[in-house]
């Protein structure tokens, strides 16, 4: 199994900055995508930032320009640099990732969550 450890969450005003990391650990053969999603009181999960192993991303429009998504291959870690953060941000942040095996399909593990909350 892999086990998914997000860190970095917190309370923080509007405008602020957070860094929320994810380090991964287990049985790990290769992590292809990994990412970030949210899920707010009364909303649905959704997906903030994804990135390949190859360093390509893709985010939700609510974040582009103020939200960067990066991994450290070396580290099995993948991190969310969050800027400029608004109130509807707050949420518990979850980390993603798919693992791959020889000859297994793929599999894809959730972290536990870290809080953003926000203050005003």
Do not use: H
Not at 17 to 23: G, M, N, P, T, V
Not at 63 to 81: C, E, H, M, P, W
């Amino acid at each position: 199994q892999v086990q998914l450890v997000e860190s970095g969450g917190g309370l923080v005003q509007a405008g602020g900055s957070l860094r929320l990391s994810c380090a991964a650990s287990g049985i790990i053969f290769r992590l292809t995508n990994m990412g970030w999603y949210r899920q707010a009181p009364g909303k649905q999960r959704e997906v903030v930032a994804v990135i390949t192993s190859g360093g390509s991303t893709n985010y939700a429009d609510s974040v582009k320009g103020r939200f960067t998504i990066s991994r450290d291959n070396a580290k099995n870690t993948v991190y969310l640099q969050m800027n400029s953060l608004k109130p509807e941000d707050a949420a518990v942040y979850y980390c993603n990732a798919d693992r791959t095996l020889p000859g297994l399909l793929p599999r894809n593990y959730w972290g536990q969550g870290t809080q953003v909350t926000g203050s005003l």
